[in-house]
């Protein structure tokens, strides 16, 4: 499975960004696909996780309530509506995929995107 992430960019404390996960591989609706951000000297986070047909969604305690996760399997693409923005979300973004249920841990995950990076200003 290969993975791009897009959507990323500048925006103001309070605003919104949406982040696409474009997969290729025409089994991708197997797949859990997780968010996760990295922040400069910081280690990877977890964001948000969805299972493969999108009936269970899970987030970090930090974004929870102004971050939703949806996917599309039509489009083999996920996203991550990110509203409320704050300065502490800056980071780069990337989706992952994993071939069983959803996790937070980073390390459980197959194949990972690019980033993007999203910069949220005060």
């Known amino acids: 499975v290969q993975l791009q992430a897009s959507g990323g960019g500048l925006v103001q404390a309070g605003g919104s960004l949406r982040l696409s996960c474009a997969a290729s591989?025409?089994?991708?609706?197997?797949?859990?696909v997780g968010w996760f951000r990295q922040a400069p000297g910081k280690e990877r986070e977890f964001v948000a996780a969805?299972?493969?047909?999108?009936?269970?969604?899970y987030y970090a305690d930090s974004v929870k309530g102004r971050f939703t996760i949806s996917r599309d399997n039509a489009k083999n693409t996920v996203y991550l509506q990110m509203n409320s923005l704050k300065p502490e979300d800056t980071a780069v973004y990337y989706c992952?995929?994993?071939?069983?249920?959803?996790?937070?841990?980073?390390?459980?995950?197959?194949?990972w995107g690019q980033g993007t990076q999203v910069t949220v200003s005060s």
């Open positions: 969805i299972s493969w047909s999108g009936s269970d969604t």
């Open positions: 992952a995929v994993r071939g069983n249920s959803p996790t937070a841990n980073y390390l459980n995950y197959d194949y």
């Open positions: 591989g025409r089994t991708f609706s197997r797949y859990a």
